[in-house]
Antibody, heavy 121, light 108 residues
Framework: EVQLVESGGGVVQPGGSLRLSCAASGFTFDDYAMHWVRQFPGKGLEWVSGIRYNGRTVTYAGSVKGRFTSSRDNAQNSLYLQMSSLRPDDTGIYYC??????????????WGQGTVVIVSS | SSELTQDPAVSVALRQTVRITCQGDSLRSYYASWYQQKSGQAPVLLIYGKDIRPSGIPDRFSGSSSGDTATLTISGAQAEDEAAYYCNSRDSSGDLVVFGGGTKLTVL
């Protein structure tokens, strides 16, 4: 059974940093691209970042580019999102999601339960 | 703002057919994927590619596309289909991923 478990969320002040982790199991992690998707309170989904199976190509939404860094450790079956210069409008639930492909596509067939990030003073 | 546009809310009578649309210029070049999200839960992939359902997704869910519009059809809506539905695809550059704003489906 595919499992994705996010951790690392919490409350942080504006301008602060946070590192999210996603532990994957139940599939060959290094065969698939991975993504971060967030959901603002009571609102829709926003794609944040995608990383190829080998970690060599990472893409970001314009709203986070230059502030967030996604990485992966295939030996540890883990995905990470380093978030810096956080703003109140970064508040939301952050999901990691598994792509159906090696390369960074747009079909996500497994999702974690999400971790909550609150940016507030 | 999203490059994919969805109606915010749609309703359907129990066991009737409902179509949920997703419109955007990039859909002329890329397929949309569709997700169902029930309250308090993570999204679930329903449809991807031309009309492919992952294992375990009921066959009452189907997808189609024409021009700049992708459509999710639920044939014979069930009470448990009441949820938010999101489309996603590539943006106009093809480099990034975008989601539609979501459609809240009410089953009457």
């Amino acid at each position: 059974e595919v499992q994705l478990v996010e951790s690392g969320g919490g409350v942080v002040q504006p301008g602060g940093s946070l590192r999210l982790s996603c532990a994957a199991s139940g599939f060959t992690f290094d065969d698939y691209a991975m993504h971060w998707v967030r959901q603002f309170p009571g609102k829709g989904l926003e794609w944040v970042s995608g990383i190829r199976y080998n970690g060599r190509t990472v893409t970001y939404a314009g709203s986070v580019k230059g502030r967030f860094t996604s990485s992966r450790d295939n030996a540890q079956n883990s995905l990470y999102l380093q978030m810096s210069s956080l703003r109140p409008d970064d508040t939301g639930i952050y999901y990691c999601a598994k792509d159906i492909m090696h390369s960074s596509g747009d079909s996500f067939d497994a999702w974690g339960q999400g971790t909550v990030v609150i940016v507030s003073s | 703002s999203s490059e994919l546009t969805q109606d915010p809310a749609v309703s359907v009578a129990l066991r009737q057919t409902v179509r949920i649309t997703c419109q955007g210029d990039s859909l002329r070049s890329y397929y949309a994927s569709w997700y169902q999200q029930k309250s308090g839960q993570a999204p679930v992939l329903l449809i991807y590619g031309k009309d492919i359902r992952p294992s375990g997704i009921p066959d009452r869910f189907s997808g189609s596309s024409s021009g700049d519009t992708a459509t999710l059809t639920i044939s014979g809506a069930q009470a448990e289909d009441e949820a938010a539905y999101y489309c996603n695809s590539r943006d106009s550059s093809g480099d990034l991923v975008v989601f539609g704003g979501g459609t809240k489906l009410t089953v009457l």
